[in-house]
């Protein structure tokens, strides 16, 4: 969305109360007039539309995540605990950008934990993942665009922008993806060595899920 440079001249005090907002919201000056002003013209704002996709997956989600409250409108956390000794928690990050060009924002999945063992069974899965994922998207044509990085204990991936997807919808499939991860994520760490007993029987959900969203 464009942006041009225009002077104002505003009260003191407003100011005062635009900085202080502006502080506790973690975002500029500039960013919280704009949005302040965009609200009460109607004009749909970067903000606006990420807010209304976090809303949506926010209603959706299980009630085994706990959300963590971000100070930016472009991110949000969701926690869940793995039933594994010492209970690791594996953390849901999205990121939504701005200006969406191919890609909507990123994901990042890490565990927290400091077992080595742990830390390289997340990894192991993440690779199994990885390879399906791209086995799958290249039905689609979206192989050459399925980006990522792995590293110890942390997957990372761009959300894929196929702009079919409403902001409403865009929750859903969000809310569609992380659930369906985690399922995966824990009968993996439930049953590591028996995992490709199960493994097919979850691929099918994946693959019934790319008849609905892509993301």
């Known amino acids: 969305m464009k942006k041009s440079v225009y002077s104002i001249v505003l009260m003191d005090d407003v100011i005062r109360a635009v900085d202080a907002q502006a502080y506790r919201l973690g975002t500029s000056r500039s960013n919280l007039i704009n949005q302040i002003l965009a609200e009460h013209l109607s004009c749909v704002t970067p903000e606006m539309r990420m807010r209304d996709i976090f809303a949506t997956l926010e209603s959706l989600v299980s009630a085994d995540f706990k959300i963590q409250q971000q100070r930016s409108e472009s991110f949000l956390t969701l926690k869940t605990a793995l039933e594994y ?3 690791p928690t594996i953390n849901y990050k999205v990121e939504l950008a701005r200006a969406p060009d191919c890609y909507l924002g990123n994901l990042t999945v890490s565990i927290r934990t400091q077992s080595a063992q742990l830390i390289a069974l997340f990894d192991n899965f993440f690779a199994y993942w990885i390879e399906m994922e ?11 665009v399925y ?6 204990g942390c997957f990372r991936r761009k959300l894929i922008n196929t702009e079919s997807l409403s902001k409403i919808n865009t929750g859903e499939a969000l809310n569609s993806y992380i659930l369906l991860l985690d399922k995966f994520i824990k009968a993996f760490f439930s049953a590591p060595q028996s995992f490709n ?6 691929e099918n959900l994946y693959s019934g899920q790319l008849d609905y969203f892509i993301i």
């Open 134 to 144: 791209m086995s799958f998207l290249s039905k689609f044509g979206l192989s050459d």
């Open 197 to 202: 007993a199960v493994a097919q029987e979850l």
């Open 85 to 87: 000794k010492y209970r």
């Open 147 to 152: 980006a990522y990085e792995l590293s110890q």
